[in-house]
């Protein structure tokens, strides 16, 4: 029998600095506070760290305009991960 699929959700609504979005990741995919804030160590994260499998439902809206190019570089990492090891489904609302 198959381990259960855990459901996170990404809300970067109330988020208006880069630490905040990486916080944000940090704390609703239950990371290590000693987790990097990058790509490269998102990447760690999603491939080693977090539980798996897993569904990742996250939204583009962000307080800070000028962060939506970190959130789509965040979500291609996520599609990235999704598309290489299958234990990670990525949704986007």
């Given at each position: 029998m198959g381990r259960e699929?855990?459901?996170?959700?990404?809300?970067?609504?109330k988020c208006s600095t880069w630490g905040e979005v990486y916080r944000e990741i940090k704390k609703?995919?239950?990371?290590?506070d000693w987790c990097g804030e990058n790509l490269d160590a998102l990447w760690d994260a999603l491939t080693g760290m977090m539980y798996t499998p897993a569904?990742?439902?996250?939204?583009?809206n962000v307080a800070n305009k000028?962060?939506?190019?970190v959130v789509e570089q965040i979500i291609a990492?996520?599609?990235?991960?999704?598309?290489?090891?299958?234990?990670?489904?990525v949704v986007e609302k």
């Open positions: 699929v855990r459901k996170f959700e990404l809300d970067f609504s609703k995919l239950d990371l290590p569904e990742i439902t996250v939204s583009k000028g962060l939506v190019s990492v996520m599609y990235e991960a999704e598309n290489t090891y299958h234990e990670i489904t």
